[in-house]
């Protein structure tokens, strides 16, 4: 009899997992929604650059040629004690249990009446919505159009970049279709790598991009947002993208989490003292070999999940677990039409070929399904 897998979430971690296992346990699927989403390709679903059905993929389809059991629905308490998954008026034994439930965009309460005005970029809903309106705004003529970008971490500046790069397409003037990138710190991108960061201005300055540094949003109206110096921003359409943070699901063994609702896990992904219960993704707190807290990224996911899956073969093999080193391999970030920069380890690229590295990246992901 094949032990039982649970796997919340599939993500890039628990899609990774299930392919690495390759059906060496009973692996049963619990995802809230009907489509895995390729996030790091949303901004060119956004700018018009690829399809929906480039975008995301059917875990009905999916499950099906990968032969394991997906459920459709939100998983809400865990019993760690009893191995126990709970969903609406359903509930699951696992042999073992991965919890993978990635991340939600980070809205700081902070910012006065923005829970009127949440708009999370993971969900396919509010994705097909900003693209209709974006593409509703590229219609209207002899208007003055602004759009507001809060946050210019990667996710933040690709999507500015792509919308540029879709209003140069129709011929439409920066100065008739406007954007605006907010972010808090000093620089876009903080954190990234100086190559990185001038690159990336280049192109924002040559796509008429306006950046406003050092002032944090202090609230949001229904057609501004107003800034920590008091500057008002007009807007027709925005996106906040400041970040994630993870949603923890209810358990009934008061599992240690730090401040992002991270589940803090060993070397082997184990939570506490449960050994078969794993955490990897955005929903995990791992180190990198500096023992600095590392991202919330897919590349993170993705190793996570191919380390895990060799640990939870070994438990069929009766071996003792492996432990690797977690490392960020490097950075690809697209900046328009056939235009990216990147670096991987002291390998700086720009333009076509770390487009191309970029789009390889997305393929590998996308030949999972
Ligand atoms: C716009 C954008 C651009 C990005 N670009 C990049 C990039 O270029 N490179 C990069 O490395 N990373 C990028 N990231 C980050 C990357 O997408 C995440 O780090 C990655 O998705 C994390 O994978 P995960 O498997 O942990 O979680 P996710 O991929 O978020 O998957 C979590 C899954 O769990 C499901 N779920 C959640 N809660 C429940 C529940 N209670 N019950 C059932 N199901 C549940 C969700 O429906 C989802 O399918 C980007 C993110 C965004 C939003």
Redesign the pocket.
């Known amino acids: 009899m094949k032990k039982e897998l649970i796997i919340?979430?599939?993500?890039?971690?628990?899609?990774?997992l299930i392919n690495k296992l390759e059906s060496k346990f009973t692996i049963t699927l619990?995802?809230?929604?009907k489509?895995?989403?390729e996030?790091?390709?949303?901004?060119r679903y956004l700018g018009g650059q690829i399809l929906l059905d480039d975008l995301i993929f059917k875990y009905e389809n999916y499950s099906k040629k990968k032969n394991f059991n997906y459920i459709n629905?939100?998983?809400?308490k865990l019993d760690f004690e009893n191995n126990i998954v709970f969903?609406d008026n359903e509930s699951l034994k696992y042999d073992y249990l991965v919890i993978?439930?990635?991340?939600?965009?980070f809205f700081p309460k902070q910012i006065k009446n923005l829970d009127f005005h949440k708009k999370d970029?993971?969900l396919l809903e509010v994705i097909k919505n900003f693209k209709n309106d974006f593409d509703s705004l590229l219609k209207i003529k002899n208007k003055k159009i602004n759009i507001v970008i809060a946050g210019a971490g990667?996710?933040g500046v690709?999507?500015a970049i792509e919308l540029a790069q879709k209003i140069k397409d129709n011929n439409i003037s920066p100065n008739d279709m406007k954007i605006t990138l907010v972010e808090q710190q000093k620089t876009i991108l903080p954190g990234n790598n100086d190559f990185l960061i001038n690159k990336t201005k280049e192109v924002l300055n040559n796509f008429d991009v306006t950046c406003v540094h050092n002032e944090f949003i202090t609230q949001i109206e229904d057609n501004k947002i107003i800034l920590s110096n008091n500057e008002e921003i007009f807007y027709d359409l925005s996106l906040f993208?400041l970040g994630?943070s993870t949603?923890n699901?209810k358990n009934e063994n008061n599992i240690e989490v730090n401040i992002k609702n991270q589940y803090i896990v060993n070397d082997y992904f184990q939570i506490n003292d449960f050994s078969n219960v794993f955490c990897?993704?955005?929903?995990?707190q791992t180190l990198s070999p500096e023992g600095k807290y590392n991202?919330?990224?897919?590349?993170?996911?993705n190793q996570q999940?191919e380390v895990l899956s060799s640990n939870l073969k070994n438990i069929l093999k009766n071996k003792t677990f492996i432990i690797k080193e977690l490392k960020l391999k490097g950075?690809?970030?697209?900046l328009g039409k056939n235009n990216a920069v990147g670096l991987i380890g002291n390998l700086k690229l720009n333009g076509y070929i770390a487009f191309i590295l970029?789009r390889f990246?997305s393929y590998l992901h996308k030949i999972k399904f």
């Open positions: 919340i979430g599939g993500g890039y971690a628990g899609t990774t619990i995802d809230e929604n489509y895995h989403i996030q790091t390709e949303i901004h629905k939100t998983v809400t969903m993978s439930n990635g991340s939600k965009t970029i993971k990667l996710s690709e999507i993208v994630v949603i699901i990897i993704g955005d929903a995990a991202l919330p990224t897919a590349q993170m996911a999940a950075v690809l970030i697209d970029k990246t």
